[in-house]
């Protein structure tokens, strides 16, 4: 079994709509990220959370909420889905480790918003 | 904001010949990272260089890290069809607030 999951892996909504992406991990990792994939912009940093209490924004959070629900869960929210959310999104997870922390990636969802 | 400049964003070569792959930022890392990431799912890494200067081989691959730790590259021998996929370098300032910024990433096809 995946160490990260995500779900839906494939995700069609309408503009307003608000939907959740969902993020589990059987790692134990502390650590939890959310990404948005663009082709030609690489991986941007949504939000990020260090353990149960801690929740930040990363460089691009507007239109965006998050929910971390235990250690192993992490949730995206997009409150009212605009067309250019669509995207690909990845969860990730990590445990402190300096300058050699991994990052362990799910296998993204893949949304379209119209 | 510390930006990562990867080039070229595009390579089509053929199997057998040898390839390098750039990263290059203005700003210095504490470490820089290799991933890869194949359609259909999420990048994996392949390496981490957090010395300046250092050089890591992976079988074919060989990842070095600049002297000013402010630039990386990755030098594949021989590709192989199964090199395909997305390269992406990360880097890392380091710290108790760790996150990583990822450069826009180099889509390499390589051709039997």
């Known amino acids: 079994d995946a160490d990260v999951t995500q779900t839906p892996r494939n995700r069609i909504t309408k503009t307003g709509k608000r939907i959740m992406l969902e993020c589990s991990q059987t790692?134990?990792?502390?650590?939890m990220y959310w990404y948005r994939q663009d082709p030609g912009l690489g991986l941007r940093l949504i939000y990020y959370?260090?353990?149960?209490?801690?929740?930040n924004k990363g460089e691009i959070s507007d239109g965006y909420s998050v929910s971390r629900q235990a250690q192993a869960k992490f949730s995206l929210s997009l409150e009212s889905a605009i067309p250019n959310q669509t995207a690909l999104y990845f969860c990730?997870?990590?445990?402190?480790?300096?300058?050699?922390?991994?990052?362990?990636f799910g296998p993204g969802t893949r949304l379209l918003v119209l | 904001t510390q930006l990562l400049e990867q080039s070229p964003q595009f390579l089509s070569i053929q199997e057998g010949e040898n390839l390098t792959v750039y990263c290059n930022s203005s700003?210095?890392?504490?470490?820089l990272q290799w991933y890869r990431q194949e359609p259909g799912e999420g990048p994996v890494l392949l390496v981490t260089?957090?010395?300046?200067?250092e050089v890591k081989k992976l079988k074919r691959l060989t990842f070095q890290f600049g002297d000013a730790r402010k630039d990386s590259s990755l030098h594949i021998t021989a590709a192989q069809p199964g090199d395909t996929g997305l390269y992406l370098c990360?880097?890392?300032?380091?710290?108790?607030?760790?996150?990583?910024?990822f450069g826009k990433g180099t889509l390499l096809t390589v051709n039997p």
């Open positions: 790692k134990g990792h502390d650590r």
């Open positions: 990730a997870t990590s445990d402190p480790g300096g300058s050699q922390e991994t990052q362990y």
């Open positions: 260089v957090v010395t300046g200067g």
């Open positions: 990360a880097g890392t300032t380091g710290g108790s607030n760790y996150k990583l910024t």
């Open positions: 959370s260090f353990d149960v209490k801690d929740i």
């Open positions: 700003s210095v890392f504490s470490s």
